[in-house]
């Protein structure tokens, strides 16, 4: 498995930006693929977006597309979330997982570490 610490996570205005990031060490980083998935309370747990071992390929929910982006420093073993444009909608607790296969990546159930998550709050 992989240990995942997030950091970043705090208090925003509607239309400003946050940066989250995820720091990982016990696999090898660099061939595992990582996700952000989001949970908001009283609803289940989405995904949000995630990225290939080498960063090559991403993929995002379509309620983030254009205004988040997902990107990784493989020589830091980190993962980050760029999340610029925020709306009061955004708020949630925010998890970093590692997946167990290259492929859906969209399902909860691919990722077998997760970080404790940080708390993404945006107000209007």
């Known amino acids: 498995q992989v240990q995942l610490v997030e950091s970043g996570g705090g208090l925003a205005q509607a239309g400003g930006s946050l940066r989250l990031s995820c720091a990982a060490s016990?696999?090898?980083?660099?061939?595992?693929?990582m996700g952000w998935f989001r949970q908001a309370p009283g609803k289940d747990r989405e995904f949000v977006a995630a990225?290939?071992?080498?960063?090559?390929?991403?993929s995002y929910a379509d309620s983030v597309k254009g205004r988040f982006t997902i990107s990784r420093d493989n020589a830091k073993n980190t993962v980050y979330l760029q999340m610029n444009s925020l709306k009061p909608e955004d708020t949630a607790v925010y998890y970093c997982?590692?997946?167990?296969?290259?492929?859906?990546?969209?399902?909860?159930?691919?990722?077998?570490?997760w970080g404790q998550g940080t708390q993404v709050t945006v107000s209007s």
């Open positions: 997982a590692a997946a167990m296969y290259n492929y859906a990546w969209k399902d909860s159930r691919n990722y077998d570490s």
């Open positions: 016990g696999r090898t980083f660099s061939t595992t693929a």
């Open positions: 990225i290939s071992g080498r960063g090559s390929s991403t």
